[in-house]
C-alpha cells in the first residue's frame, strides 16, 4: 500500500478523518462535466485523486480531472507520453456506427456550428455544436484543411431518444439522458440544410493552437464518459456546450460576455459571435460567407428552382410545390418521365434533367428518414430487435444477411445508449463491441434486397408493416428513377 493511501487509512481509523475531504467549485464543476450528475462529487474526487496519483497514463485517459490536479498544485505520478490519436464513436445515416481516430494536431480550428430554428419545439431556438476542422494528413494549410469536409467532425450535446419519436413531455421533465454525440460534418449539412432546409453558420472560434489541441483531447474524454439529464429549456445543447468550455477553454471562462448563462442556443450564438473569442467577422456577410465556407444556406430555395422548372417542361404537371411531388407515387412519377416528348426534352436539355434528378434524389432523401423511423416502430412492437432468430424461418441466408446488418444491427445501436467507458480509451480493443460500418449496404443490389426482405416478412395484418413495406417500395422505386434518369445523360 502506498505511503499516502496507509496514512489516509489510519487517519479514517483514527476517527481524524472522519469528515469529508472538502470539495471547491472548481473540481465540482469539472465532474459535472465529465461524468454529469450521476455521481457525487465526493467519490468522484476521490477516484479521480487515486487514479491520478498511481497511474502515470492518467493524463492521456482523463485530461480534465488531470489538467484540474495540475492546476491545484497537486503532484501525481508523472506523465507517460499519449497516444497521438484519440477515438470518437460515429453514428452514420447509411453505415451505423463507426470508430474514428483523430489526431489532435490536425485539428486546424474549432468552429461553433449553429442551425437555424425550425419548427418543432425541439429545435425553436436552433441547434448548437462544436466543428472540428480536419486537416488531410499530407497538407496543413488553410485552404486544404478547409476542403478537407470528409474528415471534419461534429461533436454535439443531444438528448439519447431511445423509442425513436421525441415524447415533449418527456424531453420537458428531464426524463431523456444527454450525451456528446459525435458526427461526420457532412451528415450534418445534409440533415440541416437538405433534410429540414434549414442555414447553418459555422463561427470560428480563437483558440491558440497548444489550447486547441487540449481541447480536441477533453472533448474525448466528455464524449466517452458523460451522462446526464437533458431539458429542452434549462439543460439542453446550449448549457451544456456552455458548462463543457467553461472547464476546458480557460478563454471562454474568463470573458465576460460568456459568464453569462444562455439557455437558448440562438442567444449563444449571438453572444460569441460579439465576442472576442470567435471571429465575427466570418459570418457578417451571408455572401462571403458562403463562399468561405462559413455559412450553408438551406437548400429549399434550389429545390423550388428546380421544381418550376420541371412543371414548366411537364405538359401536364400534377404538383405545385415539393410536398406535392414527393407525394406522388414514384411509379407516376415515372409514367411522366418516360412519355417519349418529355424524354427528349431531358436529353436536349441538360439543365432540364438535373432538375429533374434533383427532385428524385430529394425524393429518396426524405422517405430513407422516414422509413428508417417506420422501422424501428414496427420491429420494436414485433420484438424483431431481440428476436432476430426468429425472421430466419421466412428468409433466407442473404435476405437475413442484409436485414440484420443494414437494418436491425443500425437500429440496436440508435436504440441503445451510447457505450460509456472509465476514460479514453487507447486501443480498439476497449470497444470492439461496436460493429463498425459494413459496406455491403451502401450497394443499390443490397437496397434492392433489402426492400424484397421486408416484402418477405409479409405482415398483412399490421398497418404498421403495410406502411414500411410501402415506405420500402416507394424508396425503391425512386432510385430506380434516378436510374432511368441517369441513363438519359
Known amino acids: 500500500m502506498k505511503a499516502w493511501a496507509l496514512i489516509l487509512l489510519l487517519l479514517t481509523l483514527s476517527g481524524c478523518a472522519s469528515k469529508p475531504v472538502p470539495i471547491d467549485d472548481g473540481?465540482?464543476?469539472?465532474?459535472?462535466?465529465?461524468?454529469?450528475?450521476?455521481a457525487s462529487a465526493q467519490q468522484a474526487y476521490i477516484d479521480a485523486m487515486?487514479?491520478?496519483?498511481?497511474?502515470?497514463?492518467?493524463?492521456?485517459?482523463?485530461?480534465?480531472?488531470?489538467?484540474?490536479?495540475?492546476?491545484?498544485?497537486?503532484s501525481g505520478r508523472g506523465e507517460l507520453p499519449c497516444a497521438e490519436n484519440v477515438p470518437f464513436v460515429i453514428q452514420t445515416p447509411d453505415e451505423g456506427a463507426k470508430v474514428v481516430w483523430v489526431n489532435p494536431a490536425r485539428v486546424r480550428s474549432v468552429h461553433l456550428l449553429f442551425a437555424s430554428k425550425s419548427p418543432s419545439l425541439a429545435s425553436r431556438f436552433g441547434h448548437v455544436a462544436l466543428r472540428l476542422v480536419v486537416c488531410p494528413e499530407s497538407d496543413s494549410s488553410a485552404q486544404a484543411c478547409d476542403a478537407n469536409l470528409a474528415e471534419h467532425l461534429v461533436l454535439s450535446f443531444q438528448a439519447h431518444i431511445d423509442d425513436y419519436t421525441l415524447d415533449t413531455l418527456k424531453a420537458l421533465r428531464g426524463d431523456y439522458q444527454a450525451h456528446l454525440?459525435?458526427?461526420?460534418?457532412?451528415?450534418?449539412?445534409?440533415?440541416?440544410?437538405?433534410?429540414?432546409?434549414?442555414?447553418?453558420?459555422?463561427?470560428?472560434?480563437?483558440?491558440e493552437s497548444e489550447q486547441r489541441t487540449a481541447l480536441v483531447r477533453d472533448l474525448a474524454d466528455v464524449h466517452w464518459r458523460f451522462s446526464g439529464n437533458y431539458n429542452f429549456f434549462t439543460r439542453n445543447c446550449a448549457t451544456l456546450l456552455q458548462d463543457t468550455l467553461r472547464v476546458a477553454w480557460p478563454d471562454f471562462a474568463n470573458d465576460e460576455l460568456m459568464k453569462q448563462r444562455y439557455l437558448r442556443p440562438d442567444e449563444m450564438f449571438a453572444a460569441l459571435r460579439a465576442s472576442p473569442l470567435a471571429d465575427g467577422a466570418a459570418v457578417a456577410s451571408q455572401t462571403s460567407a458562403e463562399r468561405d465556407g462559413y455559412y450553408f444556406s438551406s437548400t429549399r430555395p434550389f429545390y423550388e428552382q428546380a421544381l418550376q422548372h420541371v412543371r414548366q417542361h411537364t405538359r401536364y404537371p400534377d404538383f405545385s410545390s415539393l410536398e406535392d411531388y414527393i407525394g406522388l407515387m414514384p411509379i407516376k412519377r415515372h409514367e411522366a418521365m418516360a412519355s417519349p416528348v418529355y424524354v427528349k426534352a431531358l436529353a436536349d436539355n441538360p439543365r432540364t434533367l438535373e432538375a429533374q434528378l434533383m427532385l428524385e434524389e430529394y425524393a429518396v432523401l426524405h422517405s430513407e428518414r422516414v422509413l428508417m423511423g417506420q422501422a424501428a416502430q414496427y420491429l420494436e412492437a414485433q420484438d424483431f430487435l431481440g428476436r432476430s432468430q426468429s425472421l430466419k424461418a421466412r428468409l433466407d441466408e442473404k435476405q437475413m444477411e442484409v436485414f440484420d446488418k443494414c437494418l436491425l444491427q443500425p437500429l440496436r445501436q440508435r436504440s441503445q445508449p451510447p457505450r460509456r467507458l472509465t476514460g479514453i480509451p487507447n486501443t480498439n480493443d476497449e470497444f470492439s463491441d461496436i460493429a463498425g460500418a459494413s459496406k455491403l449496404c451502401t450497394s443499390e443490389q443490397?437496397?434492392?434486397?433489402?426492400?424484397?426482405?421486408?416484402a418477405a416478412i409479409e405482415d398483412k395484418n399490421s398497418l404498421q408493416w403495410q406502411q414500411l413495406n410501402r415506405l420500402a417500395r416507394y424508396r425503391a422505386d425512386s432510385i430506380e428513377n434516378i436510374v432511368f434518369l441517369k441513363q438519359i445523360r
Open 27 to 38: 473540481f465540482s464543476s469539472v465532474a459535472t462535466v465529465v461524468v454529469g450528475d450521476s
Open 181 to 207: 454525440f459525435a458526427s461526420r460534418f457532412m451528415d450534418t449539412y445534409e440533415q440541416y440544410a437538405i433534410g429540414e432546409f434549414r442555414e447553418v453558420y459555422s463561427l470560428p472560434l480563437r483558440i
Open 446 to 454: 443490397s437496397r434492392k434486397l433489402l426492400v424484397d426482405t421486408i
Open 50 to 74: 487515486e487514479g491520478y496519483r498511481e497511474d502515470p497514463a492518467y493524463a492521456c485517459r482523463h485530461p480534465l480531472y488531470a489538467a484540474y490536479f495540475k492546476k491545484q498544485g497537486i
